[in-house]
């Protein structure tokens, strides 16, 4: 008889592959699953089994990470005909990583629960360099007992990693943290315009205000490349779009209105439709560069 392995793992995306690579090399017995198998292939060739669809990766398993796209993936995955709940393992410990809406959070924990399983919704952040690097910062919201007992798997993938209540929460921190990055990176991008036109050379004023007061992740971390014109992603535009829609709906349903996530939410919307959803967030520049011009010549 087959001992039952551990952890399954669905979603190999970007950061996803690298955070279940992660718990391979610490020991950890995988189970992986992604919508494109050759995403698996360099796990598979650490020794990962690859499981042909969600359901069967839950029934076999004593924990179950998550770390998908959109909503609407987490949806599919959970719920849909092969997904998590048509084969979950009483016991099991559920856990969504994917940056999601507060009310989907909580509707698997509902649907956890009623089966005598627990989950926790702890989304990241930190980037592809963050998730290479095992650095991340996890924000988990759930049962209590379930992150007790997930965190040294946790401490395997992130380097800050809290609880902060009831399902949930740990989208809600995220979002926090996605308003503040927001505005944050149009404020990154317009300093370094500025700077460029000034004459400047950029990777000493990146030296510079880094250290000091205006010091922040994305011009430290992305700024150095913007400057190489390197666009490629470690965090989709398009997934940033779809972070700034969460927190705008449920800012509403709070009450209340943000309306410097508003302005930033339709640059970014501008860069996705100027055909760079597909890139990385620091894209940002190389487009308000090109409205700049366009308005030069216009």
Request: proline residues 3%; neutral net charge; glycine residues 12%.
């Amino acid at each position: 008889m087959k001992i039952k392995p551990e952890v399954g793992w669905i979603g190999l995306g970007v950061m996803g592959a690298s955070m279940a690579g992660h718990l391979v090399k610490q020991g950890c017995s995988l189970l992986v699953h992604s919508r494109t198998r050759s995403k698996a292939a360099q796990l598979i060739q650490m020794g990962t089994e690859w499981i042909d669809s969600p359901s069967e990766v839950a029934g076999n398993v004593d924990y179950l990470f998550t770390m998908l796209g959109y909503p609407e993936d987490v949806e599919e995955v959970y719920f849909g005909r092969a997904g998590i709940f048509s084969n979950l393992s009483r016991g099991t410990t559920l856990i969504d990583m994917t940056t999601s809406t507060p009310e989907l959070s909580q509707k698997i924990s509902v649907y956890a629960s009623e089966r005598g399983c627990f989950s926790l919704d702890a989304p990241v952040s930190g980037g592809d360099i963050g998730a290479r690097e095992a650095r991340l910062a996890i924000m988990c919201g759930g049962n209590q007992q379930a992150y007790d007992k997930t965190l040294p798997l946790f401490q395997i993938m992130g380097k800050t990693i809290n609880y902060f209540g009831e399902s949930g929460s740990g989208q809600r921190t995220k979002m926090s943290n996605q308003i503040l990055i927001a505005s944050t990176m149009i404020g990154t991008v317009e300093s370094l315009l500025y700077a460029e036109k000034a004459n400047l050379d950029l990777n000493q004023v990146i030296e510079m205000i880094g250290q000091g007061a205006a010091g922040c992740w994305s011009l430290n971390h992305l700024g150095p490349r913007m400057l190489n014109q390197d666009w490629e992603p470690g965090f989709y535009v398009k997934h940033f779009v779809k972070d700034m829609g969460i927190a705008l709906n449920d800012a509403k349903k709070m009450g209340i209105r943000l309306q410097g996530l508003e302005l930033a939410h339709q640059f970014y919307k501008k860069v996705s439709q100027s055909g760079y959803e597909e890139k990385g967030t620091q894209v940002l520049l190389k487009v308000l560069k090109d409205l700049n011009n366009e308005s030069l010549h216009a």
